[in-house]
Nanobody, 119 residues
Framework: QVRLVESGGGLVQAGGSLRLSCAAS????????MGWYRQALGKQRELVAVITRGGTTNYADSVKGRFTISREIAENTVNLQMNSLKPEDTAAYYC?????????????WGQGTQVTVSS
């Protein structure tokens, strides 16, 4: 079992920045990918950004150029730097880890951290 703990959420004005962190209870290098997802009130959870084991990154169109995902393998953390925040970025942000064991996929989710962007 792996525990993922998100931190760094909060209230920020539009145009501001926040940095989210996801701390894993064990090494993140063995995961196929780690990502950040978000879920706004009344909406489905959506992918925000993902980083693969090889370091490839991918972003939702809505955050490209504003958000940056990164990882610190030695510290078992994945970060999401969010700049130029907009009210529509308001959501609960979740960290997810994807892996494969015995050829079967598995995933772990964190509990989430709230980001609120005021206009």
């Amino acid at each position: 079992q792996v525990r993922l703990v998100e931190s760094g959420g909060g209230l920020v004005q539009a145009g501001g920045s926040l940095r989210l962190s996801c701390a894993a209870s064990r090494t993140i290098f063995n995961f196929n990918a780690m990502g950040w997802y978000r879920q706004a009130l009344g909406k489905q959870r959506e992918l925000v950004a993902v980083i693969t084991r090889g370091g490839t990154t991918n972003y939702a169109d809505s955050v490209k150029g504003r958000f940056t995902i990164s990882r610190e393998i030695a510290e078992n953390t994945v970060n999401l730097q969010m700049n130029s925040l907009k009210p529509e970025d308001t959501a609960a942000y979740y960290c997810k880890a994807d892996g494969t064991r015995d050829s079967r996929p598995y995933d772990y989710w964190g509990q989430g951290t709230q980001v609120t962007v005021s206009s």
